[in-house]
């Protein structure tokens, strides 16, 4: 079965940078598109990021656009998340995730458009 596991987080000062890692199992990783996405205290769970399965395209929202940098290492099946000049509003629970099918090429951005999910590490960025 699909398995998503996270890790990597862990409490950071503002300004600093942190990077999460996913290793996955239970399919052809390196032919899913990946993302992350993150759910703070009291919000909804929000869209970080994508990364095609070809590791060649992505895709990021725009709160994090030019702070974090998502990547891919498809012979050890493990998708990355480098999160730089971190904010206090980057402070959530973070979560890896994969799509239902194989070779998508249309970004998806949207919770329900995710099949997968990991348990989520936590990053908490302070003052």
């Known amino acids: 079965q699909v398995q998503l596991v996270e890790s990597g987080g862990g409490l950071v000062q503002a300004g600093g940078s942190l990077r999460l890692s996913c290793a996955a199992s239970g399919f052809i990783f390196s032919t899913y598109t990946m993302g992350w996405f993150r759910q703070a205290p009291g919000k909804e769970r929000e869209f970080v990021a994508a990364?095609?399965?070809?590791?060649?395209?992505?895709d990021y929202s725009d709160s994090v656009k030019g702070r974090f940098t998502i990547s891919r290492d498809n012979a050890k099946n493990t998708v990355y998340l480098q999160m730089n000049s971190l904010k206090l509003e980057d402070t959530a629970v973070y979560y890896c995730?994969?799509?239902?099918?194989?070779?998508?090429?249309?970004?998806?951005?949207?919770?329900?458009?995710?099949?997968?999910w990991g348990q989520g590490t936590q990053v908490t960025v302070s003052s």
């Open positions: 995730t994969t799509v239902s099918q194989p070779f998508r090429y249309t970004w998806y951005r949207k919770e329900n458009e995710y099949a997968y």
């Open positions: 990364i095609r399965w070809s590791g060649g395209s992505t």
